[in-house]
């Protein structure tokens, strides 16, 4: 039957005009296609050139893989013309059997048989009997996105002990998984720099860790500790590259596999979630999900009607997320074995949705529907210290006590923001 075959031809015909449309119409889509190569993918694929007759030290964790899950700790200790001689365990450890905030100790790592120095615990900085036998330290790490994930402290620590015992840091870069735009929270302010807070930037600082640390080596960020805290030092530094990352991409969109780097990052979206409730988590005084499976995804308290509270914060028609009623028991932490109102937070529309304001919001709205309840009259203000250090200042606790409003430290929160962005483009690798 000809018209048949007209048919098919026609259709055939369509779909080949729809093919390369894609790239016109749905460029955003088909790049969400394209694979991303992180830093030690991008490495290995070009013989380890970077690191080449070089005795090597290497700081990591069980986030450190590459795109086949294989461990960085074992491809450089099979790396041709590359001595892995030293491994450096950040918080958690290299292989991550360290539970969160225990100390971290030396060791030998059982599987390469390297010795394995402890970067959490007294000693955070390298110290130069550690970074003794080393020409270069390489840093492979799945970051946050966000300042008070402890892992961009320990990479400064390094760069700035590298620095001062002439030592090369090799970058291997990793997709920032809050993408490369959001920049959120006021810059650390002079009496709040801490392990959780260690350099002058926002809470979400929209850089990859290679772009941070190069920003950090070229902005005068690294002090010494030779002569007086005033010292400012710079490292032989090279990053190497992704490949195929673009800015407006988060983590799931690179389609990369997702290895938790702290033992509350399960998957890639808890980083989303992570700046919306963790400064309030500092306090102890809700949950926040930790102890539940909803890390970071939710808050909940003993007193809390969970219908009322999911009424009062969608009321309040905060752009791109939305709050759903949830009743919990959590398993640990928190609230362990309690009954438990709140919500679970909802991100419906990343790029409108102004992540680190929604536990504010969320305070703000304890102090109206519950105000014997308000949150900083009754956290343990033991852990005000510990807020404050995370919030890079102590004016957004202070300011909030008395107004208990978000849009009374909003301006502060912000301030920041945009001379931030500005200074931080120049440091831009990727587009």
């Not at 290299?94 to 030998?108: F, L, N, P, Q, Y």
């Not at 028609?317 to 438990?340: Q, T």
């Not at 502060?412 to 945009?418: G, L």
Request: aromatic share 10%; net charge negative; hydrophobic share 40%.
């Amino acid at each position: 039957d000809m018209r048949k075959l007209y048919g098919i031809v026609a259709a055939l015909l369509a779909f080949a005009v729809i093919l390369p449309s894609c790239a016109a119409e749905a460029e955003k889509e088909c790049a969400k296609d394209t694979v991303v190569k992180t830093g030690i993918d991008v490495l290995q694929s070009n013989g380890f050139k970077q690191l080449q007759g070089k005795k090597v030290g290497l700081v990591t964790n069980p986030s450190g893989v590459n795109s086949q899950l294989v461990s960085t700790v074992d491809i450089l200790a099979n790396a041709p013309g590359v001595e892995l001689v030293a491994l450096y365990g950040p918080e958690h450890g290299v292989r991550g059997d360290i539970h969160a905030g225990d100390k971290v100790s030396d060791e030998v790592d059982p599987k390469t048989g390297i010795p394995v120095y402890s970067l959490y615990g007294k000693t955070r900085k390298p110290t130069p009997e550690m970074l003794k036998d080393v020409d270069a330290i390489v840093y492979d790490i799945q970051d946050n996105g966000c300042r008070s994930f402890t892992f961009i402290s320990t990479l400064g620590l390094l760069m700035e002990a590298a620095a001062e015992n002439g030592k090369e840091v090799i970058v291997l870069d990793r997709p920032n998984p809050l993408g490369g735009n959001k920049v959120e929270g006021n810059i650390v302010e002079p009496g709040y720099f801490s392990f959780v807070s260690q350099f002058e930037i926002p809470y979400l600082y929209g850089l990859t860790v290679g772009e941070l640390a190069v920003m950090l080596n070229e902005e005068g960020m690294l002090k010494g500790e030779k002569g007086t805290n005033d010292t400012i030092v710079k490292c032989n530094l090279t990053v190497v590259p992704m490949e195929g990352w673009s800015r407006d991409m988060v983590y799931t969109d690179t389609r990369l596999p997702w290895v938790l780097p702290s033992p509350h990052m399960p998957q890639a979206e808890t980083s989303y979630y992570y700046p919306a409730t963790g400064i309030l988590g500092e306090l102890g005084y809700m949950s926040i999900g930790v102890g539940y499976t909803l890390p970071f995804q939710m808050v909940a308290a003993q007193w809390i009607n969970s219908a009322e509270f999911a009424d009062a914060l969608n009321a309040l028609a905060l752009p791109g997320v939305k709050f759903r009623p949830i009743n919990v028991k959590p398993f640990y932490s928190v609230g362990k074995g309690e009954n438990m109102g709140g919500v679970q937070i909802y991100i419906t529309d990343y790029e409108k949705a102004h992540l680190t304001s929604i536990q504010f919001y969320i305070m703000q709205e304890i102090a109206r529907l519950y105000p014997d309840k308000e949150v900083m009259a009754n956290a343990d203000n033991g852990r005000f210290r510990m807020f404050d250090l995370v919030s890079g200042s102590n004016f957004i606790r202070e300011k909030f006590s008395e107004t208990k409003q978000y849009k009374d430290i909003e301006a502060h929160w912000n301030k920041d923001v945009e001379s931030f962005k500005e200074l931080s483009k120049k440091y831009y690798m990727y587009k």
